[in-house]
């Protein structure tokens, strides 16, 4: 009995360990997913941008909507998870946007360490070229990368770092090619500018096919802000079906459903106008 009692204590115990354990593993993503975005917010201030957002978005709804006491409780937890979802799609537009500007400057960045490496400089040194000559968010990413080396991380081992916590064709590419002529040889300044201009060539065609689907996204966009405009056209020229909309049961019905249409349907556009290259 002594036995089982002491046990019972010592579970809990660990329980509570894997679980904080747990938690410092996403806390830790986290951290390396709000880095990678260039974001600097303390945790502090994430938390209570999503709670004023709910906070927001749930008085919105419940003045417009006016739902029975037990839905506008129900609907909390709903503003919550779309404050969540928000800010989740704030953090991966700002890394889009980050990895976007990364690999735009990628090209002259590898033309740099190019032409140190020409003049005779180390890689490691040809790289501190780039900090020096460079804006963020690669004069960032290549002061990590020799921070690394400085502790005892090879360059080439910091480089697949890079291309990791900025995932690119053009960042994988980069580490491999460098890392493969440091086992077979061969001048470095060359494969550096051929890659260059390869990227170049990639960038160039990119913008070709963000020309070719322009009208495709605008028509995504028009579709995704058509219903809006005419809920609120309706709600001002026939107050009594805007009523009926926003306040009704089958109005609600009505909305959820024209809402998850237009989400399926901008979904499935974008993904018909990905091209990857």
Request: glycine share 8%.
């Given at each position: 009995?002594?036995?089982?009692?002491?046990?019972?204590?010592?579970?809990?115990?660990?329980?509570?360990?894997?679980?904080?354990?747990?938690?410092a593993?996403?806390?830790?993503?986290?951290?390396?997913?709000?880095?990678?975005?260039?974001?600097?917010?303390?945790?502090?201030?994430i938390?209570?941008?999503?709670?004023?957002?709910?906070?927001?978005?749930?008085?919105?709804?419940?003045?417009?909507?006016?739902?029975?006491?037990?839905?506008?409780?129900?609907?909390?937890?709903?503003?919550?998870?779309?404050?969540?979802?928000g800010?989740?799609?704030?953090?991966?537009?700002k890394l889009?946007?980050?990895?976007?500007?990364?690999?735009?400057?990628?090209?002259?960045?590898?033309?740099?360490?190019?032409?140190?490496?020409?003049?005779?400089?180390?890689?490691?040194?040809?790289?501190?070229?780039?900090?020096?000559?460079?804006?963020?968010?690669?004069?960032?990413?290549?002061?990590?990368?020799?921070?690394?080396?400085?502790?005892?991380?090879?360059?080439?081992?910091?480089?697949?770092?890079?291309?990791?916590?900025?995932?690119?064709?053009?960042?994988?590419?980069?580490?491999?090619?460098?890392?493969?002529?440091?086992?077979?040889?061969?001048?470095?300044?060359?494969?550096?500018?051929?890659l260059?201009?390869?990227?170049?060539?990639?960038?160039?065609?990119?913008?070709?096919?963000s020309a070719?689907?322009?009208?495709g996204?605008?028509?995504?966009?028009?579709?995704?802000?058509?219903?809006?405009?005419?809920s609120?056209?309706?709600?001002?020229?026939?107050?009594?079906?805007?009523h009926?909309?926003?306040f009704?049961g089958p109005?609600?019905?009505?909305?959820?459903?024209?809402?998850?249409?237009?989400?399926?349907g901008?979904?499935?556009?974008?993904?018909?106008?990905?091209?990857?290259?």
């Open positions: 009995m002594v036995t089982q009692g002491a046990s019972a204590p010592s579970g809990i115990f660990t329980k509570l360990k894997e679980a904080g354990g747990e938690r593993e996403y806390a830790k993503q986290l951290a390396e997913l709000l880095d990678r975005a260039g974001m600097q917010n303390k945790p502090q201030e938390l209570g941008g999503i709670a004023a957002v709910t906070a927001l978005l749930w008085i919105v709804l419940a003045f417009f909507l006016r739902p029975a006491p037990l839905v506008g409780v129900l609907l909390l937890p709903l503003c919550a998870g779309i404050a969540c979802g800010f989740w799609m704030l953090v991966q537009m889009r946007k980050r990895l976007d500007l990364f690999v735009t400057q990628l090209e002259l960045a590898l033309r740099l360490v190019a032409s140190g490496v020409r003049i005779g400089l180390g890689l490691r040194q040809a790289l501190t070229i780039v900090i020096e000559e460079m804006p963020d968010p690669a004069r960032y990413e290549y002061m990590r990368v020799v921070g690394q080396t400085n502790i005892g991380v090879s360059v080439y081992d910091a480089l697949d770092n890079l291309s990791k916590r900025m995932p690119s064709n053009e960042t994988m590419m980069m580490a491999r090619a460098i890392r493969i002529q440091s086992q077979t040889g061969g001048d470095l300044s060359k494969i550096l500018e051929h260059a201009e390869t990227i170049k060539e990639r960038r160039r065609i990119q913008r070709k096919i070719l689907t322009a009208e996204r605008a028509s995504a966009g028009i579709l995704s802000g058509l219903p809006p405009f005419l609120g056209f309706i709600s001002i020229t026939e107050p009594q079906m805007g009926a909309l926003f009704t109005g609600h019905i009505a909305l959820g459903i024209v809402c998850v249409l237009e989400t399926l901008v979904v499935t556009l974008m993904r018909m106008l990905k091209v990857d290259v």
